[in-house]
């Protein structure tokens, strides 16, 4: 098979002709003619070449992955990508950037996570579901802030508390899975869909025995809940958190004081889960009460719990599948919007791990 060079073309649709001999095996004879094939290729532009690296999560590597899922061939150069293949096939290239384009222009930085969900959905034909996800912005507006998801499993993990009665954040450090839950608490707060604000977390380190700790019980549980208040402060604003804070509004309480308590229309979140026993992780989700949300949020590989005891988030993330109203979300080592290196420092930890 003889196969022309690649040609730039600025147009964009072309079609690329092969002259193809019978091979001897099918039983063609020597002095049969050449069969002609047409096989379409397509040129998609962009605005410039900095604006497709983007999408593409600056890697080339995601391309490659993308030929070998949509079964076509790819090559890219300044501000195109063109595309050889089946029509049906030239079509799902153009839906996958079409899709990441329109994450891109609400503020998203695409990630190589990103790229593979967007591509695994259009490869397997739920283009219905990515237009969900991309389609309408999402933007909380607080009263200092504007808080837009850094990445499309960002958004996804916003739409899906929105959804939900009880949702798991699961995933590493520097995934905005908690400040994002305060995002949504206080979004709930202020749309006056809520009374109050409930946060709270395993105070392992100091055994839950916090009665013996000078202080009241909010200088007593503060070291334990500091980013959650970093997370308010700076959506807010310290005066105002204060204020909601003495008021009742926002209550800060340490795991071990949710026991006995039923708690209605609240906005319930617990951080560092992956310290909870099984009986307090029980303990704390059968406290749901009428008109509240629950979000819970964990890292199942920064487990501080002695040796013979299991995490409840590890074992939640088990039982608790597949139950209406309930969604356990996971994020991974691309999903970092800390500093780059931490998200290499967390894959190395996990390259470790296997």
Not at 234 to 245: A, C, N, P, S
Request: net charge positive.
């Amino acid at each position: 098979m003889a196969t022309p060079p690649r040609l730039r073309r600025r147009r964009q649709l072309s079609l690329r002709l092969f002259l193809i001999h019978r091979h001897a095996s099918l039983h063609a004879r020597r002095d049969s003619p050449l069969t002609l094939f047409i096989v379409p290729n397509e040129t998609i532009h962009f605005p410039s070449s900095r604006l497709l690296s983007q999408l593409y999560a600056n890697d080339t590597r995601n391309l490659i992955e993308a030929e070998r899922m949509l079964d076509v061939t790819l090559a890219s150069r300044d501000d195109w990508v063109s595309v050889e293949g089946p029509i049906e096939n030239i079509t799902k290239v153009q839906d996958l950037f079409k899709f990441l384009d329109a994450a891109h222009q609400q503020g998203i930085r695409i990630r190589t996570s990103d790229f593979h969900y967007t591509l695994r959905c259009i490869a397997e034909g739920k283009a219905d579901e990515l237009r969900e996800v991309y389609n309408n912005p999402l933007v909380l507006k607080l009263n200092r802030v504007s808080i837009i998801p850094k990445t499309l499993n960002q958004k996804r993990y916003l739409q899906c508390i929105d959804r939900n009665t009880v949702t798991f954040g699961i995933g590493p450090a520097g995934t905005g899975k908690t400040y994002l839950a305060m995002a949504m608490a206080l979004k709930e707060l202020l749309a006056g869909n809520i009374e109050r604000i409930i946060l709270t977390r395993p105070a392992v380190e100091a055994g839950e025995a916090l009665g013996f700790l000078p202080g009241e019980l909010q200088e007593k549980i503060l070291p334990y809940l500091t980013p959650l208040y970093d997370a308010m402060n700076d959506m807010m604003g310290k005066e105002q958190i204060l204020k909601l804070v003495e008021r009742g509004i926002i209550e800060i309480a340490p795991l071990a004081y949710m026991r006995g308590r039923t708690l209605a229309n609240a906005f319930v979140v617990l951080d560092e889960a992956q310290n909870t026993t099984h009986e307090q992780m029980m303990m704390f989700l059968t406290r749901l009460g009428d008109g509240s949300r629950m979000v819970i949020t964990g890292d199942i590989t920064q487990i501080d719990l002695p040796r013979a005891k299991q995490s409840g988030l590890k074992e939640a993330t088990r039982l608790l599948k597949g139950i209406d109203g309930l969604q356990l979300f996971h994020f991974d080592g691309q999903d970092v919007v800390r500093h780059p290196l931490v998200q290499n420092i967390i894959n190395a930890y996990a390259r470790g791990a296997e």
